[in-house]
């Protein structure tokens, strides 16, 4: 969520720079506004929450990691603009929903899963 919504925001910037949607610059600049937003907020959640709580249980780790993530939605919800105002997903992908047995499949979610299933073997391979 925060990288979409640092996505959101680097993009509403970027046009606004009179930088071009969909261009490899635009999507680039993106990219790297996103990872470098996430590892920030990963390494400070690591120093001052999870790293504190190395001696305790499982569960007091689980427990404040749910609470930063909540402050983070809540936030989210309180500073972006139209937070709180659901959006549709945009389309990724011009085919028609495909037919699998009973089930209809949209594109976007077979592009989802294959993205998603590269992404985690990359990075087992990388761990």
């Known amino acids: 969520m925060l990288g979409a919504f ?4 680097a993009s509403g910037v970027l046009v606004s720079c009179g930088l071009t949607q969909g261009s ?5 600049l993106i990219l790297a506004v ?3 937003i996430c590892a920030l907020f990963g390494a400070v959640l690591e120093k001052y929450i999870v790293s504190p709580m190395r001696d305790a249980s499982d569960i007091m780790t689980l427990l404040i990691t749910l ?9 989210g919800m309180l500073f972006v603009p139209d937070g709180r105002n659901p959006q549709t997903f ?4 011009e085919m028609d929903t495909i037919h699998i047995g009973w089930a209809l499949v949209k594109p976007e979610t077979l592009l989802c899963i294959m993205l998603s299933t590269i992404m985690i073997a990359a990075m ?3 761990i």
Do not use: C, K, Y
């Not at 640092?6 to 925001?9: D, G, S, V």
């Not at 945009?90 to 992908?93: E, F, G, K, N, S």
């Open 67 to 75: 609470g930063a993530s909540i402050v983070v939605r809540e936030a």
């Open 90 to 93: 945009p389309v990724l992908v």
């Open 124 to 126: 087992h391979r990388f």
């Open 24 to 28: 490899l610059l635009f999507i680039l």
């Open 34 to 36: 996103v990872i470098i």
């Open 6 to 9: 640092a996505a959101m925001i």
